[in-house]
């Protein structure tokens, strides 16, 4: 074993000097295609990470300013968004609860109003979730298909390229002849792994925080909908109180009506006889 590994060990240290270029020269044409291949995955798969990690700073960012900008606004409700216009995420829940609330502006005085309004406010902020949540997962697709395919198709290079080498081989073939071939066929197992070792901490880091954003975006969510409630039954309630003060003024200003008054005259009963019982009635008589 050792008599065989020996021979294997210096070829293949001497002919580490020549280079990465004279391994791919030892590979046939379908090694270079899948090599071809894997290079192309692993730009893709380099382009998906920064641009990603880059969506997340962003995304972040622009999350971070509204909510501190939410804080100083007096009023949920009364928030204007043009349509059309470029929402970072948080935006865009606040935008879906307002619409929400425009269908039911001035309907609001009793509190099952507030609870049927709440209810379409609730459905629209989670389907703003929904879709938000979709927009965070954009490009970890890519990157989970490389991890998970990568190796398997440096594998295939691998396997095909030994198949072929060994395959060509005579009777009398030696170790020396044998080498380049299988050294050319491991060229794309090493290619495959080089791009899913980097996708993989890419895909974990970035997964990691999408989870995290994920969570700030889920919290958003409910305090923004415990705001919304809030303002709604403050609104409410100003809205029964205006209606009863209405009210009050219009029964103040009536004037009395003549029928109502022959009606009070007409109903209060007139004593044509005084009771037996009252002193001094027989002497009266």
Not at 9 to 27: C, E, H, N, P, R
Not at 96 to 119: F, I, N, P, Y
Not at 162 to 179: C, D, H, N, P, R
Request: proline share 5%; hydrophobic share 45%.
């Amino acid at each position: 074993m050792k008599a065989m590994l020996s021979p294997v060990l210096t070829i293949v240290l001497a002919d580490s000097a020549k280079g990465a270029l004279w391994y791919f020269q030892q590979m046939d044409s379908a090694g270079l295609a899948v090599a071809g291949v894997l290079l192309i995955c692993s730009f893709i798969g380099w382009g998906a990470m920064i641009g990603k990690w880059s969506d997340v700073q962003e995304l972040r960012r622009r999350n971070h300013a509204f909510e501190r900008r939410l804080r100083d606004e007096p009023s949920v409700v009364a928030l204007n968004f043009p349509r059309g216009s470029n929402l970072g995420p948080y935006e865009f829940l606040v935008a879906e609860a307002v619409s929400a609330v425009q269908r039911h502006k001035g309907r609001l005085v009793r509190q099952s109003d507030v609870t049927l309004c709440m209810g379409h406010v609730e459905n629209a902020v989670q389907r703003g979730v929904a879709r938000t949540m979709v927009k965070y997962e954009e490009k970890m697709v890519i990157l989970s298909s490389l991890v998970s395919g990568g190796p398997f198709l440096g594998l295939l290079g691998t396997v095909w390229g030994v198949m072929v080498t060994f395959g060509a081989l005579t009777e009398k073939a030696s170790i020396a002849q044998l080498a380049p071939g299988v050294c050319g066929a491991l060229v794309t197992t090493t290619l495959g792994l080089l791009v899913a070792i980097p996708a993989t901490f890419g895909y974990n880091y970035l997964l990691t925080q999408v989870k995290i954003m994920t969570t700030e975006l889920e919290n958003f969510a409910s305090s923004l909908a415990d705001r919304v409630e809030l303002e709604l039954e403050g609104e409410a309630r100003r809205n029964f109180e205006a209606v009863q003060e209405r009210e009050r003024l219009l029964r103040a200003s009536a004037p009395a009506s003549p029928v109502a008054v022959t009606a009070s005259a007409t109903s209060a009963p007139i004593a044509t006889e005084p009771p037996a019982a009252l002193p001094g009635w027989e002497d009266a008589q």
